[in-house]
């Protein structure tokens, strides 16, 4: 069973809006932690080239920011949007 599934089962289930704003978390904090060292790797690369590599690593960077925001929540720390 994966570390994901193992917190759903033993934590009360997320509200659809709690689930929206916990995918949207994971989707900033992926995007951030990509284009950081996508920058860092590519100085000079396009827009179009950075668009291009986004899509192509987003479902990954996506599940590494929900396996961030869940370590921090099982840290004790709460990520919430204003």
Same mark, same amino acid.
């Given at each position: 069973?994966? /570390?994901?599934?193992?917190?759903?089962?033993?934590?009360?289930?997320?509200?659809?809006?709690?689930?929206? /704003?916990?995918? /949207? %978390?994971?989707? %900033?904090?992926?995007?951030?932690?990509?284009?950081?060292?996508?920058?860092?790797?590519?100085?000079?690369?396009?827009? /179009?080239?950075?668009?291009?590599?986004?899509?192509?690593?987003?479902?990954?960077?996506?599940?590494?920011?929900?396996?961030?925001?869940?370590?921090?929540?099982?840290?004790?720390?709460?990520?919430?949007?204003?």
């Amino acid at each position: 069973m994966t /570390e994901e599934a193992q917190v759903a089962e033993s934590e009360p289930k997320m509200t659809e809006a709690e689930a929206k /704003e916990f995918r /949207e %978390i994971a989707k %900033i904090v992926g995007y951030g932690v990509w284009k950081y060292e996508f920058n860092r790797s590519n100085p000079n690369a396009s827009p /179009e080239e950075m668009k291009a590599a986004w899509e192509a690593a987003r479902d990954a960077q996506i599940k590494a920011g929900k396996k961030a925001v869940l370590a921090l929540k099982k840290s004790g720390f709460v990520v919430t949007k204003h």
